[in-house]
């Protein structure tokens, strides 16, 4: 099939179709240049989509979990799409796609879409493409977008800044309950959920994140107490899927009387807008950089030159009027 220009593909996208939105998919994860002002205007068409950020440690249940909340949103009337980051191949740099393999039975579901990314080398469970790919998705008209991280374990951050609302999975029998507190996941869940309930350990979990809760360390501002529910579910047996879909949508309920929402919406503005500019400056350096950074290792070497100021010589000998 001929390729078409991103511009050509955003009507199709905005009308829902699949291969437009594949095709967008794959530019946005990719980075292409050539995309970039089509997802441009796709951004602008976003927002209305509730984002949901699903994570937790490996061996917690969150594919598994993931496809019984889209099943549960479906049959809610929704539609639903899933960005699952993936572990990269170590050989292909692709996606692993075992989300794909857990998600079978949503195959053939028009409201449906599930995207695989790789993660390539990115830090704090999110591809780098990720939150473009949530943004085509959401222009494309699905009403709740799950993001679904690699699940790295302490680096699992990264979703909390980029979803309304963010979920996360504990398993029974993974090892050191603490461990949650020490990674900085207990803090970011809006709604915690205890997979695997069946199994006998699985009420100490359940209790431990409650006692954890209780003892306000999960505060969402200075004084102010968060009503952070757990729930309890099998994956298995459907346990507890129905209720975890009542949460995130009281959540959500939430964060639009408060006005917290839109507050949320904002800081994932500010936190893109600040990762774009990273992102940037990065791709300058790597395209510029030139014999002018064996200089600045040499002096760095000598320990003529801190790598603040090392750093601050490579900013300013960059040509920022040069064309990209």
């Excluded at 949103?73 to 539609?79: D, E, F, L, Q, V």
């Excluded at 996941?185 to 994140?209: F, M, Q």
């Amino acid at each position: 099939m001929a390729y078409l220009p991103s511009h050509e593909l955003v009507d199709g996208v905005l009308s829902g179709d699949a291969r437009s939105i594949a095709r967008m998919l794959t530019r946005a994860e990719n980075g292409a240049d050539e995309a970039r002002a089509a997802l441009d205007r796709l951004y602008a068409r976003a927002g209305r989509a509730h984002v949901v950020g699903v994570t937790g440690v490996p061996g917690s249940g969150k594919s598994t979990l993931v496809a019984k909340l889209a099943a549960a949103i479906r049959r809610s009337g929704r539609t639903v799409a899933i960005v699952a980051v993936d572990p990269s191949s170590p050989y292909s740099g692709g996606a692993i796609l075992g989300d794909r393999i857990r998600m079978a039975d949503l195959a053939g579901d028009p409201g449906v879409w599930v995207r695989s990314m790789a993660t390539r080398g990115a830090l704090g469970g999110l591809a780098r493409g990720t939150l473009e790919s949530v943004d085509v998705l959401d222009a494309a008209g699905y009403d709740i977008v799950i993001i679904e991280t690699v699940g790295v374990g302490q680096d699992e951050v990264d979703v909390a800044r980029a979803a309304h609302t963010t979920v996360v999975v504990s398993a029974p029998g993974l090892g050191d309950d603490i461990q949650a507190i020490k990674a900085g996941i207990l803090e970011i869940a809006d709604v915690h959920v205890v997979s695997k309930c069946d199994r006998p350990e699985a009420n100490r979990t359940i209790a431990d994140l409650k006692s954890m809760l209780a003892m306000g360390l999960a505060l969402d501002g200075p004084g102010e107490r968060r009503g952070v529910a757990v729930v309890a579910t099998s994956a298995a047996t459907g346990e507890g899927v129905d209720e975890l879909l009542v949460e995130i949508d009281a959540h959500r309920d939430r964060l639009v009387a408060s006005g917290a929402l839109a507050q949320r919406r904002s800081a994932i503005a500010e936190r893109r807008l600040l990762k774009a500019a990273e992102d940037i400056l990065r791709d300058r350096f790597e395209r510029r950089r030139g014999a002018g950074v064996a200089a600045l290792l040499a002096r760095l070497d000598a320990r003529s030159i801190s790598p603040h100021a090392a750093a601050l010589d490579l900013l300013r000998g960059l040509d920022w009027s040069a064309p990209e």
